[in-house]
């Protein structure tokens, strides 16, 4: 057992296990927004609505929070591996039936067998990471994984912006494939099982529901997650009114647009440089309450994108990546927090974490085209900015409440 330990731990400090993790990390965020610029075009090809597109945004979400859960109890009772690998066997079979859509049933469809792939990489990944690391490396980790899946998630489109220009809607979701197989080679051959048989906790529904019941009522899990949660869905927003606001409003082309999404990745690794700087000065609680300040001025921003005080494309990207930054602050002291406060159950506890930021993506981008079926007049960039103001309010009482630690 002694041994065991040991080769996990050292498993841990290798580059080439810390570089599968961020490959593997990122599936579920290229598949979710890799063919933003390619919205408005699919749109028009399969006679799509704005409103209606941005379900194919939705399902991810909701499939993806819906299964994650029962996939980190299998994950605690029958080991890491078998999950991993099979989560991203439907994951590629979900990106062909979505690269071969002629019309919109199928291309939901293949959207939601891609979501039920990816339900099973996320929690079973961060499980992983929990059983081979130190607490040190899992910070680390936890923290590339939490700003490296946010760049992923805005980086994606300018591959999917070029590959949109050049060769068509479908070849966003052909890369897909490709990239998800070789992911799946390399996790294969370099991936051992890190829970060890005796480890193993029995699947039982009811004490999975029960311990989730307790995760979600603990402060020291739900409170300190809660401002992670409303940036999730201020994410899902911005995945489903982008591309209206950027390509439709400011009429950039698709791989503008990808390119312009760079804003976003600086704000991102900015925020986690200063967070890691004041994580070691200040401790977890110091960087949760400078950022309830800073969540605070974001959401006034966000008002004034609402009701008109900001216009243009440079004030619209100056807002989200002063937000991105606050992401990338944040989100790795709360994933890590609330983790380590139920580290004997990891599984349950890191699927419970992807199934309430999933989820909160799934009602971001729900609300965005709610918002648009209800007032079909209101403008893109005006709904986005009055629906974030709201979540960054949320996010700021949350963190000035929550103790992190």
Sequence with gaps: MKKAINDNIHLCDTFLFGALVLLIGSIVRVGASIYLPAMPIIGEEL????????????????????????AGALSDAYGRRPLLLSGMAFFIVGSTLCALAGDF?????????????????????MATVRDTCSDLRLVSLMGWLAVLGGL??????????VLTQWLGWSANFW????????VLALTWRDIPETHAAHARTPLHLFNTLSLVGTMLTAPSFILVMLPI???????????????????????LGPVAFGLSNVIIVIGLFLGRWAGAKLLRRSGSDGVYRIGSQIAAVTA????????????????FFGVVALFAALFGALAPVGMKSSLTSFRANSGVAAALQGATLLGASAIGSAAFGFLLKLFPHLEAEKAFGLLSALLCTLAAWAAWKSKPV
């Design 300 to 315: 006034l921003l966000f008002i004034a994108l609402g009701i008109g005080l900001l216009s243009g494309i440079v004030s």
């Design 175 to 182: 890369f897909l494939v490709l990239f998800a197989t070789l």
């Design 105 to 125: 049933e199928t291309l939901m469809t293949g959207r939601a067998v891609q979501a039920f792939g990816a339900s099973m990489i996320p929690g079973t990944l």
């Design 152 to 161: 992923f998630l805005v980086a994606a489109p300018m591959i999917g912006g």
């Design 47 to 70: 006679h799509i609505d704005a409103a209606t597109m941005s379900q194919t945004l939705t399902i991810y979400f909701i499939v993806f929070a819906s299964f994650i859960l029962i």
């Design 229 to 251: 949660i409303t940036f999730f869905a201020i994410q899902g927003l911005f995945l489903a009114a982008a591309p209206y606001i950027v390509m439709g409003t400011y009429g």
